[in-house]
């Protein structure tokens, strides 16, 4: 059974970086689509981006285009989330989500998620 564990996350001042991963165990993420979502407090969960099985298709919300980089390693199981430029507003709960119907960031299609790391930007 796939289950996905999300990690990097942390507080970070704005205009800083961090990179979140998200490890996935118990099957090959070779044939899965991976997204991230956030979710602020008193808000609705937000699709931030997504990443095909070959890593060589992506889509990001458009308030993290050119700012974050969603990657992948299949060989280590592993996607990344670089986010660099965070601002405030940044601020939630990330979470790493499996799907294999197809790259989305429409969280309803996604079936697997994993429990989530916090991110802070503050100063």
């Known amino acids: 059974q796939l289950q996905l564990v999300e990690s990097g996350g942390g507080l970070v001042q704005p205009g800083g970086s961090l990179r979140l991963s998200c490890k996935a165990s118990g099957f090959a993420l070779n044939f899965i689509f991976i997204g991230w979502f956030r979710q602020a407090p008193g808000k609705e969960r937000e699709g931030v981006t997504c990443?095909?099985?070959?890593?060589?298709?992506?889509a990001y919300a458009d308030s993290v285009k050119g700012r974050f980089t969603i990657s992948r390693d299949n060989a280590k199981n592993t996607v990344y989330l670089q986010m660099n430029s965070l601002k405030p507003e940044d601020t939630a709960v990330y979470y790493c989500?499996?799907?294999?119907?197809?790259?989305?960031?429409?969280?309803?299609?996604?079936?697997?998620w994993g429990q989530g790391t916090q991110v802070t930007v503050s100063s």
């Open positions: 990443i095909s099985p070959s890593g060589g298709s992506t």
């Open positions: 989500a499996a799907t294999m119907t197809g790259l989305s960031i429409n969280g309803d299609q996604y079936k697997t």
